[in-house]
């Protein structure tokens, strides 16, 4: 059973995580001075996001809006594959190479990011519960 079941619970869950990440003081400015940005294309179900972080604060958009930018890097993944990379279930470098995740782009730039967000793991889990969804896929 997938973890998201409809592109509107997709979004429902991940915009508030997002735009939190965006905003928070651990894990925000590690984004703007990746100074990059980054488009997100789940699958599974179908839902994009893209988060600017050229500028300061880093901008969310997400749906149609998230289409009107090009990114630097492009991520694809499953929903589930994206819910177990926020929980620090899914080790990035292994999921590229088994193409779980698809990257268009500067993986360079996305790898060298990937320690900067180990406080999302927690927070991305207590962001879960704190709406009473289940963590585990």
Do not use: C
Request: hydrophobic share 40%; net charge negative; proline share 7%.
């Amino acid at each position: 059973m997938t973890i998201y079941q409809s592109t509107e619970e997709i979004y429902e869950v991940l915009v508030p995580f997002y735009e939190h990440l965006t905003t928070d003081p651990a894990v925000g400015p590690k984004f703007v001075k990746a100074n990059t940005s980054f488009r997100i294309r789940h699958h599974d179900p179908a839902a994009v996001f893209l988060l600017d972080a050229t500028q300061d604060p880093a901008v969310l958009r997400f749906g149609a809006e998230a289409e009107t930018q090009e990114p630097e890097v492009e991520l694809s993944m499953s929903g589930d594959d994206g819910h177990k990379f926020w929980l620090g279930k899914l080790n990035l470098p292994v999921a590229l190479a088994r193409k779980k995740i698809k990257v268009d782009g500067g993986v360079t730039k996305l790898l060298g990011l990937v320690p900067a967000l180990q406080p999302a793991y927690a927070q991305y889990r207590a962001h879960l519960e704190s709406l009473g969804r289940p963590v585990d896929a």
